[in-house]
């Protein structure tokens, strides 16, 4: 079930209350007995926690304690072999290994390696995939998630999706991402003004009746505010001193006026604003190389940008692409190349890292420190604060707190910012981050609609399909790939060239399987009798060395030993392998 409404409508608010880590201020939430409730915050808490180790390897589970254990001695540079022997021992009797094979793949797959680190080391989203690590590794009956697309790569959120549809899960989350909202869900709950309206069905199906909903509340409306009017000019009209019959009428024109005032037509946030004029030279990249700590990042990359370019960077956590961001936008150089930047060149960068406002300022003061008037596309010059109300920041929001606003409510004046500068340059870095599907939606429009330079870093496929034409494909080892095409004209082509690799490798299967039958055809020959017979005895032999190795490999403390016995015993199991397959393809000639 999908959870959707604005930024600020108490989305987060109600998951927390179902997870029970908030409790509400009447009423209750109440929970089967023995469920296993687990919870994907926003902002997720480690206060109890000092290392990767401590967090992620629970003390009331046998298995995860001792693996623990493990991990702990096997980190030490000079571990007590006594000890470590026994931690062992205790690995295999709970059947721990394949356990600690599965959270480590788990781990692996969110790109959380070191075990020993300090959670306070970790950037915000290190500390967001830590968090979902760990609930997967739960497996709780009951997955609730805010955002957990959120700091996730594509490859990573579609790995994800397979984990959540498969198996019996019953899954509650509240989502930005549109493909991803459509491939799990099957139910939407709306959050609209404290009360919840039900949608079974997909994302697009809720969109369809939500705008029936909104007609006929509309006509509602109308309905309402035109016979109130009537009832005004005849309340007008009474004298003051009113008879006992038309006391029902006076009380039903109070319920009238309430009812026209409580129903309201939803709002929008609007995105309006001039983009300055762009010259013939924009942003020209030659032979740019950038390197940290030994690794390439970005190496040679060489590219002029035109107008109209609408470019998505794809690739993985960690493959460069928020630094060729900062190489663009100046705020780091490049260790060797020349980046030029045009004369009329404005360069609007919309960062995840967050925004440089104080927690402590007034909201209307944060868009004032940057200008009391902004210029929109059609000419007009409005205030900051009509600006504001633009951006859904009514009155009472604008002259409050930046601290009391809700995580969406932060992206959205935090784009709000960025956009009124009127840049002929746009560079987005996951802009959908915390934004709700609402809001999105404008923001789709508006950016389909931008006559700048578009520079897109996005998990959200959805918006790359439809804003970009044009991809830079980072490699992870330096290279930057250009495809011209949107994300799933790229995944398109893969997974044709991975079809037609499989249809080549076809006749190399028909051939073997040709030769097999070709093979059992054939009476055995007084050869491949005696090599049969030598395998009998063989394979066996084999077998006993195989299993005294293991024992003796079990019973090892020497960890520079322990080594060398893996790498026999493996070499051995190969033979093993390699004669048995013999032994099977003799046994079909007799």
């Avoid at 609007?270 to 740019?288: H, M, W, Y």
């Amino acid at each position: 079930m999908a959870l959707v409404g604005l930024n600020g409508s108490g989305k987060s608010t109600l998951l927390r209350i179902l997870a029970g880590s908030l409790k509400p201020n009447e009423g209750k939430a109440v929970w089967e007995k023995g469920i296993v409730v687990g919870m994907l915050d926003q902002d997720p808490d480690f206060e109890d926690f000092r290392t990767i180790n401590d967090f992620i390897f629970n003390s009331e589970n046998e298995q995860q304690k001792v693996i623990a254990q493990y991990e702990a001695l096997t980190h030490e540079s000079n571990p007590n072999q006594q000890q470590l022997e026994q931690i062992m021992d205790e690995m295999t009797r709970l059947d721990a290994w394949e356990y600690e094979y599965q959270i480590k793949s788990i781990l692996n797959r969110l790109n959380i390696t070191n075990f020993a680190q300090e959670i306070s080391s970790l950037s915000g989203g290190q500390r967001k995939r830590l968090a979902l690590a760990k609930l997967l590794i739960v497996e709780p009956d009951v997955y609730i998630l805010d955002e957990p697309t959120n700091h996730l790569d594509i490859e990573t959120i579609e790995w994800l999706e397979k984990i959540l549809t498969t198996g019996n899960k019953t899954v509650i989350l509240v989502t930005h991402d549109r493909y991803f909202l459509d491939a799990v869900c099957t139910e939407i709950r709306e959050l609209n003004r404290g009360e919840l309206l039900t949608y079974k069905g997909s994302y697009s199906y809720y969109l369809e009746k939500k705008a029936e909903r909104e007609s006929i509340d509309q006509l509602s409306v109308d309905k309402s505010r035109n016979l109130l009017k009537k009832e005004l000019e005849w309340m007008r009209r009474q004298p003051k001193a009113r008879g006992t019959k038309s006391k029902s009428r006076i009380e039903a024109f109070y319920d009238l006026q309430e009812k026209a005032a409580n129903i309201s037509t939803s709002k929008n946030v609007s995105l309006d604003v001039k983009t300055a004029r762009l010259g013939n030279k924009i942003i020209e990249i030659d032979q740019v190389s950038k390197s940290y700590d030994g690794r390439n990042i970005i190496s040679n990359f060489s590219y002029v940008f035109k107008k109209g370019d609408r470019i998505g960077l794809a690739g993985k956590n960690g493959s460069g692409k928020s630094t060729l961001l900062n190489l663009l936008t100046q705020k780091t150089t490049p260790d060797s190349g020349l980046i030029q930047v045009g004369e009329t060149v404005i360069i609007g960068y919309y960062q995840q890292g967050g925004m440089d406002f104080n927690e402590d300022d007034r909201v209307i003061d944060v868009v004032k420190n940057v200008a009391d008037y902004i210029s929109m596309s059609n000419g007009d010059v409005i205030t900051a604060s009509q600006l504001l109300t633009n951006f859904l920041f009514p009155p009472k929001k604008q002259h409050g707190f930046v601290h009391k606003l809700s995580g969406g409510e932060r992206k959205r004046l935090q784009l709000m910012r960025v956009l009124m500068k009127n840049p002929n340059v746009l560079i987005l870095d996951e802009p959908t981050n915390d934004l709700d599907i609402d809001t999105l939606n404008v923001l789709d429009d508006f950016l389909d609609h931008y006559t700048g330079v578009l520079i897109l870093v996005s998990h959200d496929r959805y918006l790359v399909d439809k804003l970009t034409d044009q991809l830079f494909i980072f490699d992870g080892q330096g290279t930057i790939n250009i495809y011209n095409g949107n994300y799933a004209d790229y995944k398109t082509e893969q997974e044709e060239d991975l079809r037609i690799r499989k249809q080549l490798s076809k006749p190399a299967e028909a051939n073997k399987q040709t030769e097999k039958a070709s093979d059992q055809k054939k009476k055995p020959s007084y050869k491949d009798t005696k090599e049969y017979e030598e395998l009998n005895d063989e394979i066996p032999a084999l077998e006993e060395n195989a299993k005294k190795l293991a024992n003796h490999l079990s019973s090892c403390t020497d960890h520079v030993k322990i080594g060398k016995l893996a790498e026999e015993l493996k070499l051995l199991q190969e033979e093993i392998d390699k004669k048995s397959e013999r032994w099977l393809k003799l046994s079909e000639l007799f």
